[in-house]
């Protein structure tokens, strides 16, 4: 048993590392406020974190996670629910480091050991010039119905003159 350990070791390093990989920044971390208290464990917590859309630089997608306490959320072997909420706002002037397609992943993250993961997505509605945002979760076999959605007009940032329009990047 410890021998085919050890032949798949090598492979789930692989895996993991790929997975990691696929994420370009790690969020950054606001606040969390607790929300059910546990004895000796780790409290239940919701977990607001903030990540920068990597191609389309002046724009912040906010969102809020549930993490699990216990002694499974301690271990790291909590399967997270899937409701998280996301909030994209302007910052800055917008401007977009190149093309991109309808539903490209902006950011993901595993909520579970190997079945679940977070994804945003960004979109672009070309005829009002807005970039949609949605946040949803995926299981490998059944899939979630939870997601939730925001959106951000592009306007002009003070003085800088005519706003970009989405459109224009779309591949």
């Known amino acids: 048993m410890i021998r085919a ?3 798949v070791l090598p492979v789930l ?11 370009a920044q790690e969020p950054e971390l606001i606040f969390k406020k607790s929300t059910v208290w546990k004895f ?17 630089q002046g724009v912040a997608c906010y969102y809020t996670v549930p993490e699990k306490g216990g002694v499974k959320g301690m ?18 002037p917008i401007s977009f480091e190149g093309k991109f397609d309808q539903g490209d992943v902006v950011y993901r993250e595993s909520r579970s050991l190997i079945f679940k993961k977070m994804q945003i997505v960004r979109g672009c509605d070309a005829k ?5 945002y949605i946040v949803y979760s995926d299981r490998l076999i059944e899939g979630s119905p ?10 002009p940032w003070g003085t800088s003159g005519e706003a ?6 779309l591949k």
Do not use: H, W
Not at 75 to 92: M, N
């Open 128 to 132: 009002r010039n807005v970039l949609v």
């Open 5 to 7: 350990f050890v032949r």
């Open 75 to 92: 271990l790291g072997v909590a399967e997270e629910v899937s409701d998280i909420s996301i909030a994209c706002r302007q910052v800055a």
């Open 40 to 56: 000796l464990t780790p409290d239940d917590k919701l977990a607001t974190y903030v990540i920068d859309d990597p191609l389309v």
């Open 13 to 23: 390093v692989c895996i993991l590392g790929l997975a990691g990989a696929a994420q």
């Open 164 to 169: 970009p329009k989405c459109a224009d990047y």
């Open 146 to 155: 939870k997601n939730s959605t925001t959106s951000v007009p592009i306007m």
